[in-house]
């Protein structure tokens, strides 16, 4: 059965179309990922989903349950983890989890048995008395991974899980995640803008630009869309005569210039290089570098828009502070 | 489902008292204010003649029930608003994606701004009586009790609805200043009503915290400007008005 069935859901603000017409589904047991730049509508998705926002127009099932019109089975059938940290900071981490357990309804037994299983998942048993304020930002949010388990939901909504993490802790989140859709068999919706997160973790991804998915394959297939290995050029004088000589030429699959930038994809990209240094030389263009790599899901997301991921942040500012601290 | 989820309402009060209780500079910033007042407005006015007050009773035993509403008043209001600090934090999505209704979310809400307000209410009262303030018997304590909690009901009520409305701390002043403080003023607290112009007072009789205070008085000191019973069976009436429309607007607002 699908763990979420998804068809035309469109979320308007005002005159603003934060989530437009997306349809996918998702099997039980996958992980799978909405990538996108911020404001692309990933938690706009997310918050319709999990019964917070009303949507607009379309309908959304998550665990065969209408989020319209059966929102206290979804709300049973899931656990989310927002974007921005949402514990109390003044009750400890196990009082938190304690909370929410109430909240769902399990019996006290059940609860002690829940709690001490979950916070050996994650790690957090030694500091489950210590008041929520006095955590690091990862632990905050393995505690918020570890109550989103904890009524054994159905579906798991991850938002950004790793933002504003270093890197050393974002990989230990990354290890949790894995372990916990491979051994709990959850089916898990993780929403993010960093390439690396959703090609290390996810099975599928959607790849998500103005409320629209513009592409919808696993990461391997994504990027075999490019076709073969994305190779860069630093180039000096007038590029104009070689984009055209290259363009006319079958095995470069696509080409773009960006200051002063030739990028371009094709099969067997090492051994192309001496060929295309060549044919700039001719056209009077001369190439400071080369770089030869295998594509990313950042090359994947430029080819269906147009614009890198980071252009995108730049555009939308800084990224939202993390609130958290203080009360 | 059930209307009202008993677990549910009993962990949003236990929650709110652990705050409460780890707290401690809230606890006596809240009790600061009103003693304040108590003590000031009363040595500064107690030599003074207040038209209107019948002749046993002075201004410092006057003004303990005014500022017991008062502090009720505050306390209860804020009790309520403090959903918008749980918006700002975050921790009222973990509140509103969670598989309850939304009648016991309002419930256990005013369950535990009840307690605070009805713990600080009760201080400020042992505070008035080590004072010197005499309560006139063990029933009309237990009455004044009732006046209390009726009270913190209706501005738990009203905090709640501001909160649901209001998106975020932005209108929090507004309240503080174009709402709480008339009611406080209108309610005479601080003098007898009697003494506003007559335009003034008919706005008074709109303003439950009048009839609580009112009640107040008449249950303490024996004085009212209406029975006591009639104080209590109107603000019964404001706080279960209060609490409905509060429920309606919670269930109304988005979180996300």
Known sequence: ????????????????????????????????????????????????????????????????????????????????????????????????????????????????????????????????????????????????????????????????????????????????????????????????????????????????????????????????????????MEIEGNAAPLLEQLKSMGWVKSLSLREDVLRMTMEKGERRIPELIQEAQKAGVSVSCVNLRKPSLEDVFLHFTGRTIRDEDGQNGRRRMMPGHGR | MKLVNTTVVYVLWLREMKRFLRAKSRIIGSLAMPLFFLAFLGMGFNRMAVPGLSGNVNYIQFLVPGILGMSLLFSSTFGGLSVLWDREFGFLKEIMVAPVNRVSIVLGRIAGGMTTALIQGLMILGISVILGFKVRSLPALALALAAMLLITITFLGLGLIFASVMKDMQGFSIVMNFVIFPIFFLSGALYPMENLPKAIRVLSYADPLTYGIDGLRGVLLGVSSRSPAVDIAIMASFSIAMVLVAAYAFEKSECA
């Open chain 1, 1 to 232: 059965m699908d763990a979420i069935r998804v068809e035309n859901l469109t979320k308007r603000f005002n005159d603003f179309t934060a989530v437009d017409h997306i349809s996918f589904s998702v099997p039980g047991g996958e992980l799978f990922g909405l990538l996108g730049p911020n404001g692309a509508g990933k938690t706009t998705t997310i918050n319709m989903l999990s019964t917070l926002l009303k949507p607009t127009s379309g309908r959304g099932e998550v665990a065969g349950f209408e989020v319209l019109k059966d929102k206290d089975a979804v709300r049973r059938s899931i656990g989310v983890v927002f974007q921005e940290p949402a514990l109390d900071t003044k009750l400890t981490g196990r009082e938190n989890l304690d909370f929410h357990s109430m909240m769902y309804g399990l019996g006290k037994e059940e609860r002690h048995r829940r709690i001490e299983d979950v916070l050996s998942l994650v790690d957090l048993q030694d500091k489950a008395d210590v008041l929520v304020e006095k955590y690091s930002g990862g632990m905050k949010r393995r505690l918020e991974i570890a109550r989103g388990l904890i009524h054994w939901p159905k579906v798991l909504f991850l938002d950004e899980p790793t933002l504003g993490l270093d890197a050393q802790t974002r990989r230990h989140i990354w290890d949790y995640i894995k372990k916990l859709n491979i051994e709990k068999k959850v089916t898990i919706i993780l929403t993010t803008h960093y390439m690396e997160e959703a090609d290390y973790l996810c099975g599928r991804v959607a790849i998500i630009d103005h409320g629209k998915i513009v592409a919808l394959d696993s990461p391997h297939k994504l990027k075999d869309v490019l076709g073969g290995d994305v190779v860069s």
